[in-house]
């Protein structure tokens, strides 16, 4: 089966600069996330979708983040303006369901530069 | 106090030799423990899930689990160079049941 595709792999902009990122779940997957990791840390969720419905956006900076997942399959997440400080990866992860025992399956991830 | 937590590192252990990693967690009310592997700039990957207190064996892997404790462990028993990566332990809790990640542990293995 297919993995999670994200693109772009790199961007590399200059603060202020809008910027976006898209996944394509795996198919079949009804259950979405966002996550950014950081060097040296492990991914902190942004924002967790439920086919179409975003059921956690509890830790997406809404003043700069926005995101969303149209038809309940491909997402995309967008920032803008971008800042210094959103430098970063961001994971996309899918699963079969919301519930506790069904594994995430991660993307590759678009590392994030911002100069 | 943060929700997972986890030794950074580096753990750096012979090859051969059991490397154990730890994590603790907050949530008592939390069911379901993941261990990932990161290797250096890719995603990470899921390589054992627990859900029950115990030991649960994959080949060279063990989780433990005492959620008296509110503990998880990995072993990696005969461990080789390609185990070198940082193990990042995930745990479902929160408000929300959502994922959360400890920063990982950097596992070096040495030849």
């Known amino acids: 089966e297919a993995g999670v595709v994200q693109s772009p792999r790199y961007k590399i902009i200059e603060k202020k600069q809008p910027v976006a990122f898209w996944c394509n779940p795996i198919?079949?997957?009804?259950?979405l996330y966002w996550y950014r990791q950081n060097l040296g840390q492990g991914p902190e969720l942004l924002i967790r979708?439920?086919?179409?419905?975003?059921?956690?956006d509890s830790q997406l900076p809404k003043d700069r983040f926005s995101a969303e997942r149209l038809k309940g399959v491909d997402s995309t997440l967008k920032i803008q303006p971008a800042e210094l400080g959103d430098s970063a990866v961001y994971l996309c992860?899918?699963?079969?369901?919301?519930?506790?025992?069904?594994?995430?399956?991660f993307g590759n991830g678009t590392r994030l530069t911002v100069t | 106090q943060k929700e997972v937590e986890q030794n950074s590192g580096p753990l750096s252990v012979p090859e051969g030799a059991i490397a154990s990693l730890n994590c603790t967690y907050s949530?008592?009310?939390?069911?379901?423990f993941f261990w990932y592997r990161q290797y250096s700039g890719k995603s990470p990957e899921l390589i054992m899930s627990?859900?029950?207190?115990g030991d649960k064996e994959d080949g060279r892997f063990t989780a433990q689990l005492n959620k008296a404790s509110q503990y998880v462990s990995l072993l990696i028993r005969d461990s080789q160079p390609s185990d070198s990566a940082t193990y990042l332990c995930?745990?479902?809790?929160?408000?929300?049941?959502?994922?959360?990640f400890g920063k990982g542990t950097k596992l070096s293995v040495k030849p």
């Open positions: 198919s079949g997957h009804n259950t």
């Open positions: 992860a899918s699963s079969w369901t919301g519930q506790n025992n069904s594994p995430l399956h």
């Open positions: 627990i859900y029950s207190n």
């Open positions: 979708y439920e086919n179409e419905e975003a059921v956690d």
């Open positions: 949530d008592r009310g939390s069911q379901s």
């Open positions: 995930a745990v479902i809790g929160g408000s929300q049941g959502n994922l959360i």
